[in-house]
């Protein structure tokens, strides 16, 4: 192909995808395909098992809040993990569900362990239909970015069909955090043009527009290497909360979000680091933090030129997520008084 259609032939394919993923019925499929490729992979259920902080506490919360007497779904059943801890409640029925034909090593796996209370059904959600309405929809649609599984989508629509009025979606409130943050030494990576190196200055790039076509999709965000955080220059502040229970439509949830912050801690701004809460009840939580005990969940970094910051300084973070499920869609902007900065997908 030439060259000269390269530019051209891209800027369509991207607007045809945009246009594609405008439609909720596509987005919705595109996200099935996406679950279904990812969660084919042995190595995410090794991944999800080994995760202390994510198995005890959802054991906790079901031992918790799966009564004898529930109808039970868990949505997404995967290694039928959470659905052994269910079926140890004796549920009136419980059913583990999955469009993915891994469902068949969950299946085993119950088998091995002696567990006959379960009911397998390999089905997408949307055409899960069981006899009875539901007392609880369990679940852990959890991504790197809370909502890239499509949590919304496909919690909201299960409990529009089949959730009881009393019943209820566990995990159901969760938080999410933008924190700004200090990396350590041997994880700083600046900006080309704020690099010099052995007498070698980049600064002619800040205001070239030259490097633009060689920014990559990942460009303005990374997931960072964990222990690469050295501490939070602010107290660690949700700028979104949310409860699946008391919500109808994923519209709820605002697209657009400002939190203002105020340091606490001397050190260089590097960037914003995103990390969620989730909140079974009041006693059973955890988070993802990148300064607690690791997760299998990975924490994304939008990347900020550095700027040194003392205690009493005082910004805005504005967070937009034009597409929830695709944080390389989000951009986030700081302003203290100054000219602010932007990064993300809408950065210049």
């Not at 068949?104 to 379960?118: D, L, P, Y």
């Not at 200055?201 to 527009?209: I, N, P, Q, T």
Request: glycine letters at 6%; one cysteine or more; aromatic letters at 10%.
């Amino acid at each position: 192909m030439p060259l000269s259609l390269v530019g051209p032939l891209r800027f369509t394919l991207r607007r045809v995808k945009a246009l594609l993923k405008s439609n909720r019925l596509v987005r919705n499929l595109i996200a099935d395909i996406d679950n279904t490729d990812e969660f084919g992979d042995l190595y995410e259920h090794e991944q999800m098992i080994a995760d202390t902080v994510r198995v005890d506490a959802y054991r906790a919360a079901i031992a918790r809040l799966v009564h004898a007497q529930d109808m039970v779904v868990d949505l997404g059943t995967g290694t039928g993990i959470l659905a052994q801890f269910a079926a140890r409640n004796r549920p009136r029925k419980l059913y583990a569900i999955d469009h993915s034909p891994f469902i068949e090593v969950a299946q085993r796996i119950a088998e091995h362990n002696g567990v006959t209370n379960i009911v397998f059904v390999r089905v997408n959600s949307r055409g899960f239909h069981p006899e009875e309405q539901l007392d609880v929809i369990l679940h852990e649609q959890l991504g790197d970015d809370l909502f890239d599984e499509n949590m919304l989508e496909n919690l909201l629509e299960l409990k529009k069909r089949l959730l009881k009025p009393s019943g209820r979606i566990v995990p159901g409130k969760f938080e999410l955090y933008l924190e700004p943050v200090c990396l350590r030494a041997a994880y700083k990576v600046p900006f080309i043009w704020e690099q010099s190196v052995h007498g070698i200055d980049f600064s002619c790039l800040k205001e070239s527009g030259e490097v633009d076509r060689y920014k990559r999709t990942a460009y303005a965000s990374r997931y960072l290497r964990w222990g690469s955080v050295d501490y939070f220059l602010c107290e660690p502040t949700p700028i979104l909360s949310f409860d699946l229970n008391a919500m109808t439509d994923s519209s709820e949830v605002a697209r657009t979000v400002e939190a203002r912050r105020t340091v606490i801690r001397s050190g260089a701004l590097d960037g914003l680091c995103l990390y969620f809460r989730v909140i079974f009840d009041e006693q059973v939580s955890f988070d993802t933090s990148p300064l607690h005990v690791p997760t299998h969940w990975a924490n994304r970094l939008f990347r900020l030129p550095k700027r040194e910051c003392r205690p009493g300084d005082v910004f805005s973070v504005h967070l937009t997520m034009e597409d929830l499920i695709d944080a390389y869609s989000w951009t986030v902007e700081i302003s203290e008084g100054k000219p602010s900065f932007r990064t993300g997908s809408q950065a210049g």
